[in-house]
């Protein structure tokens, strides 16, 4: 039977009222495809951030993340304690009946610290614009969906079921994504082969709020001196990769791939038979820059070191810190390559400015100034 608690009219239709009024407020809800969360706090004026959930914003969002290193202590704690509430109520869908499926009250400052946290722990890096991202709740459900690749896109109706409000719940409580996340994302990332930042993010939820082991390891940029074999083997991928880009600059299907399915299975083999295959690569690469070669050459060994054999096979966690090792990587190498291109443009301006300063005044101050002039 469908427990049942008694009101008056009056106060169910105030309820009921109250209910609709939040729910007509962009500024009170979150809504998925089935479900929607509703929250208002004791003092009407009180700011929760609570629609950084749906739309992050990067100043909120460093506001809400610096709350972490500086929360409320002694006296203000419990002032604030007692001064706000913030209660959220999450609404289902079931027949012809809407139903409460998750209920929260809390005190606003804790809210914020456990919105600064989730923050923190999805957090990723744009190694090319070395900028931090964050993700809204309803991005990183779409990242557990099947990716389409014919379209380049993803295909919103394989969204395991609930899982934008089942994220939107561990962000509010403070508690692990649900356990169906990880194996799910994996098995997405083995069929299609697509990794990105916002699959990363959900990735280091999963990982970083099951695990506490994880908290150090699982940082959103690259993380040197790390020996996990899951870790070091996605970063081996990677740089095996950056090999082959940069001598065939124009290839259509790359190692990653070819081999990603089987390598963040069964390392050992795959990626041993890879190395020999890059030793070409570098031969190519040391005609037109030996030094290139050098250095590309010199990290791989570096990474291959970090073992002292690589692992014939990972679990399902050892997998999910391959995809993490290999996308920090990755970001790493294209931060690196937006410094390079950065300095050759200095170094353009620096001997165009040179170039100016070695001209004669009058030709230098003349714009009109043509190659018959200078010469």
């Known amino acids: ?72 202590k002694g006296r203000d704690a419990l002032a604030a304690l007692d001064d706000d509430a913030f209660y959220a109520v999450t609404l289902r869908v079931n027949t012809n009946r809407v139903i409460v499926a998750d209920w929260i009250t809390i005190p606003v400052p804790e809210l914020k610290q456990r919105l600064g946290t989730w923050f923190t722990n999805q957090q990723t890096w744009d190694g090319w614009n070395n900028t931090s991202l964050y993700w809204p709740v309803w991005r990183l459900a779409l990242a557990a969906a099947r990716w389409d690749k014919r379209k380049n896109t993803y295909i919103d109706t394989t969204i395991p079921k609930h899982l934008q409000a089942d994220l939107a719940q561990a962000a509010l409580h403070g508690t692990p994504p649900p356990a169906h996340v990880l194996p799910v994302l994996m098995q997405r990332i083995r069929a299609d082969h697509h990794i990105d930042r916002p699959r990363i993010a959900l990735l280091r939820l999963a990982l970083t709020r099951t695990n506490s082991r994880h908290k150090e390891l699982c940082v959103p940029q690259l993380n040197t001196t790390s020996t996990e074999p899951g870790y070091v083997c996605g970063r081996i991928m990677a740089m095996l990769e950056a090999i082959q880009r940069k001598a065939m600059p124009k290839v259509n299907t790359t190692i990653t791939d070819k081999y990603l399915t089987t390598a963040v299975v069964s390392p050992r083999a795959v990626l041993t038979r890879l190395r020999i295959g890059a030793r070409p690569h570098l031969r190519n690469i040391a005609r037109k820059s030996e030094g290139a070669a050098k250095a590309m050459e010199n990290r791989l060994r570096d990474a291959f070191d970090l073992l002292d054999t690589l692992p014939a096979h990972l679990n399902a966690e050892q997998q999910a810190l391959f995809i993490l090792g290999y996308e920090h990587q990755r970001a790493h190498s294209a931060r690196a390559a937006a410094e390079a291109i950065k300095a050759r443009e200095a170094g353009k301006e620096l001997a165009a400015d040179q170039a100016a300063d070695a001209l004669p005044e009058e030709v230098a101050e003349d714009p009109n100034a043509t190659d018959e002039t200078l010469w």
């Open 1 to 72: 039977m469908t427990p049942t608690t008694p009101v008056c009219v009056d106060c169910g239709t105030k309820a009921t009222t109250a209910l609709n009024a939040l729910l007509a407020d962009p500024e009170h809800h979150i809504r998925a495809s089935d479900s929607a969360i509703v929250w208002w706090t004791r003092n009407p004026a009180t700011e929760t951030g609570m629609w950084t959930l749906d739309n992050p914003e990067p100043t909120e969002v460093a506001q809400l993340v610096d709350g972490l290193h500086h929360p409320y």
